[in-house]
């Protein structure tokens, strides 16, 4: 009997998307989602186009990248110091405020466990936004894909039944399905320049959804829930419930009294889940958000193909969302939690690496992919 709860075959199939947005553990469900994503690639390197990559290339790396917090492995060394706590969450009270609270305060459990709930509620934020996005586009590009693979030649009617399924949002408009219907006329495209601007096109459409949905999450993620928890009455500084005037009492209390170091402790702390998310590890080095993109290796901005657009798809996007139009320079986004920073920087990294055959790498071993396609988290580094 096969105790196995997943499905078999590539992690591209609408089955495994349904499986994957099912999973109750989000540190396995990210796993799942990366590789996903990979596959997702793989198909669309085979059935669309070998040389210009889908949005579900970079969507890969950058969901390996939130892995690293959904583990709670990419805390801030700073941070940890403030609250008193090596990586593993072991106490160390030593911080440079050791001198204003007794020590046997900041050696209690529970004050450990209200700064262990910052880092907690940050990784769940990412985790949220994870599987937010993938529950949307993953089971699309499944479908799309299927459709792909199944005709001889491309299939208008087929396309159009298609489009009407995707469900359009009122808040983010009909992007996707413009979107999909440029990867289809992708397929057809004799004009090798025309086909990269088409599916750039696309790839910007997408990472534009992708990034109003992820608003919410990101802002989250970037503030730090001290106060929250303080009023959360599901988190309690003792063990047993007390009324909610003597809880309001102690918080005013808590907050009167240590209000500064409280404000200082949500700076530092937004400072650096700043610096954190806005780093992107890819197979050919780590890039920062915060900074331009780099040129190519070669030293140019874009590959040929992109270098000037001109199709009606793609070049109104660029006008519309780069702040500097045909430059790498002032790509870099200067506050993450800005929805129009964020696609000003994705707009320029989406176009100089839409052509990196390196971003078609696997993220994880054949071993772990193994072990991930069982919902374990596999060994070894991830």
């Given at each position: 009997m096969n105790s196995n709860p997943f499905p078999t075959g590539p992690l591209s199939s609408p089955e495994w998307a349904e499986a994957i947005i099912a999973n109750p553990d989000p540190v396995v469900r990210n796993l799942q989602i990366t590789q996903s994503y990979h596959q997702f690639t793989v198909d669309f390197r085979q059935w669309v186009d070998p040389d210009n990559v889908c949005w579900c290339a970079f969507a890969t790396w950058a969901s390996k990248q939130a892995g690293r917090f959904i583990r709670n492995e990419q805390v801030p060394e700073s941070l940890l110091e403030l609250w008193g706590m090596d990586p593993d969450g072991t106490p160390t009270p030593q911080p440079w405020y050791w001198f204003l609270v007794p020590s046997r305060v900041l050696k209690s459990p529970r004050v450990l466990r209200y700064a262990r709930m910052t880092v907690e509620d940050t990784s769940a934020q990412i985790a949220a936004g994870n599987k937010l996005v993938y529950s949307k586009l993953a089971p699309i590009f499944a479908d799309f894909l299927n459709m792909v693979r199944e005709q001889s030649r491309p299939d208008e009617a087929r396309l159009q039944k298609f489009l009407e399924g995707i469900v359009v949002e009122e808040s983010i408009g009909e992007g996707l399905r413009l979107a999909f219907?440029?990867?289809?006329?992708?397929?057809?495209?004799?004009?090798?320049?025309?086909?990269?601007?088409?599916?750039?096109?696309?790839?910007?459409?997408?990472?534009?959804?992708?990034?109003?949905?992820?608003?919410?999450?990101?802002?989250?993620?970037?503030?730090?829930?001290?106060?929250?928890?303080?009023?959360?009455?599901?988190?309690?500084?003792?063990?047993?419930?007390?009324?909610?005037?003597?809880?309001?009492?102690?918080?005013?209390?808590?907050?009167?009294?240590?209000?500064?170091?409280?404000?200082?402790?949500?700076?530092?702390?937004?400072?650096?889940?700043t610096k954190m998310l806005m780093t992107l590890a890819t197979p050919t080095g780590v890039l920062r958000l915060g900074e331009d993109v780099p040129p190519l290796p070669g030293g140019?901005?874009?590959?040929?193909?992109?270098?000037?657009?001109?199709?009606?798809?793609?070049?109104?996007?660029?006008?519309?969302?780069?702040?500097?139009?045909?430059?790498?320079?002032?790509?870099?986004?200067?506050?993450?939690?800005?929805?129009?920073?964020?696609?000003?920087?994705?707009?320029?990294?989406?176009?100089?690496?839409?052509?990196?055959?390196?971003?078609?790498?696997?993220?994880?071993?054949?071993?772990?992919?193994?072990?991930?396609?069982?919902?374990?988290?596999?060994?070894?580094?991830?």
């Open positions: 219907s440029y990867y289809f006329k992708a397929l057809s495209e004799k004009d090798p320049k025309a086909k990269a601007e088409l599916i750039y096109a696309a790839n910007v459409l997408i990472g534009q959804h992708e990034q109003i949905r992820l608003q919410g999450p990101i802002e989250g993620a970037l503030t730090a829930p001290i106060r929250a928890a303080m009023h959360d009455p599901e988190r309690r500084w003792t063990g047993t419930p007390i009324p909610m005037i003597i809880r309001q009492l102690l918080v005013w209390l808590i907050e009167t009294l240590f209000g500064a170091w409280i404000d200082r402790v949500e700076k530092k702390w937004k400072t650096a889940a140019e901005q874009y590959p040929e193909a992109l270098r000037n657009l001109t199709l009606p798809e793609a070049l109104p996007l660029m006008e519309q969302l780069d702040y500097t139009p045909n430059l790498l320079s002032g790509s870099g986004a200067a506050d993450w939690a800005s929805l129009n920073d964020r696609l000003n920087y994705i707009l320029d990294l989406f176009r100089s690496r839409q052509q990196d055959a390196t971003l078609f790498q696997a993220p994880f071993t054949v071993e772990q992919i193994a072990g991930i396609s069982i919902g374990k988290t596999p060994g070894g580094k991830l």
